[in-house]
């Protein structure tokens, strides 16, 4: 098998795997949402009034928790998406190069780069919005358990849970931020030649 050969051998392959992981991050955020739309709907519904209880707010402490496993989830897809797109267009793009048909790598294209910036900041504002706003209502109905107290050990259980659920929001986003700043970084280095 010759070098070109090889080369277009990897590139399906991770073209392949670039088309599922797309598919997989997509997957992770329906679900967070859709988990999320039926806490809420458990938490605030009509059911709870049914019973004789105002609400069942207790429950949206899960929402932080499942966000950081979305948001952990996510950012890995895009990690490996990005290393996946560097692969294909600075090492598998010059063995390709070398065929007698020049095909362009959309990768590596001038289409992808313009237009790279604007997606990169797009998809983090949706993942921000999608994982961090959940979270941030969830807080704010449970908002009567976000009392500090000392000694510590005069805290409540559910006193303790608001704390680590803030905590786990918090991680949440910052696992966002971390993974967009970083891309963000690669891209800007692209845009300057390195």
Known sequence: MSKADTARTNYQAAHTELLWRFSERHRVILVYLGATATIFGVALGTGAAAEGVTS????????????????????????????LLDFCAKEIGPFLEQEEAEAPQFASSKAFRAQARLTLWLRFFGHLLIIGVPCVVALLFNLE????????????PLDWLWWLSLLSSMVAVGVLVAVHMRRAAVIARRRLGF
């Not at 899960?62 to 950012?75: H, K, N």
């Not at 358990?145 to 409540?156: E, M, Q, V």
């Open 145 to 156: 358990y976000a009392i500090w107290i000392w000694p510590l050990a005069a805290l409540g």
């Open 56 to 83: 069942r707010a207790e429950i949206l402490f899960v929402i932080p928790y499942l966000a950081l496993g979305g948001s952990l989830l996510v950012s890995q897809h895009n990690i490996l998406i990005s290393a």
